[in-house]
Antibody, heavy 127, light 107 residues
Framework: QVQLVQSGAEVKKPGASVKVSCKAS????????MHWVRQAPGQGLEWMGW????????NYAQKFQGRVTMTRDTSISTAYMELSRLRSDDTAVYYC????????????????????WGQGTLVTVSS | SSELTQDPAVSVALGQTVRITCQGD??????ASWYQQKPGQAPVLVIY???NRPSGIPDRFSGSSSGNTASLTITGAQAEDEADYYC??????????FGGGTKLTVL
């Protein structure tokens, strides 16, 4: 069965960086896109970006460009999301979420809905 | 506009039918997907595409769309359906977009 298992909770000081991992199992890691979505306490879902595990290509939401880096290690079927220059309003639960890939005309794209989610990683930014 | 708008809260009597709506310009061109999120848990996909349910999602959940409005209908709401519901579509760049969420209370 498909599983996305994320790393544990983190507490960081403002200005620091955090790196969250997401280990995939039960499917071909390179056959799907991996997205990252966050949820601040009591708030809604916010899309951060995606990585194509096959090529390593990335696409980040404009809000996070320059602060977020998404990478992957295909040998261990794991995706990573690193957020730098943390602020207090980055306190949130961070989720990885799988999206189907569709290919047309020689190019491949990510679907925009997510069929499996990780359990979430709480990142707390506090001095 | 790159926004999806949902009512913050909706209530339904046990066993009755409830419709949760999502409005946005992108919905004129792209289907909405819907997620259920219970406290302390990750979201779960309940509807995607025109009206598709992932394996394991009860058939009391259905989706529809008209113009700039997508709807999630729960026919015969159960106590376990009490949760937050989020719609999701894409913007003009192909990037995912979420609605603000609707808190469903089952009375």
């Amino acid at each position: 069965q498909v599983q996305l298992v994320q790393s544990g909770a983190e507490v960081k000081k403002p200005g620091a960086s955090v790196k969250v991992s997401c280990k995939a199992s039960g499917y071909t890691f390179t056959g799907y896109y991996m997205h990252w979505v966050r949820q601040a306490p009591g708030q809604g879902l916010e899309w951060m970006g995606w990585i194509n595990p096959n090529s390593g290509g990335t696409n980040y939401a404009q809000k996070f460009q320059g602060r977020v880096t998404m990478t992957r290690d295909t040998s261990i079927s794991t995706a990573y999301m690193e957020l730098s220059r943390l602020r207090s309003d980055d306190t949130a639960v961070y989720y990885c979420a799988r999206a189907e890939k569709y290919c047309s005309g020689g190019s491949c794209y990510s679907m925009y809905y997510f069929d499996y989610w990780g359990q979430g990683t709480l990142v707390t930014v506090s001095s | 506009s790159s926004e999806l708008t949902q009512d913050p809260a909706v209530s339904v009597a046990l066993g009755q039918t409830v419709r949760i709506t999502c409005q946005g310009d992108s919905l004129r061109s792209y289907y909405a997907s819907w997620y259920q999120q219970k406290p302390g848990q990750a979201p779960v996909l309940v509807i995607y595409g025109k009206n598709n349910r992932p394996s394991g999602i009860p058939d009391r959940f259905s989706g529809s769309s008209s113009g700039n409005t997508a709807s999630l209908t729960i026919t015969g709401a159960q106590a376990e359906d009490e949760a937050d519901y989020y719609c999701n579509s894409r913007d003009s760049s192909g990037n995912p977009l979420f609605g603000g969420g609707t808190k469903l209370t089952v009375l």
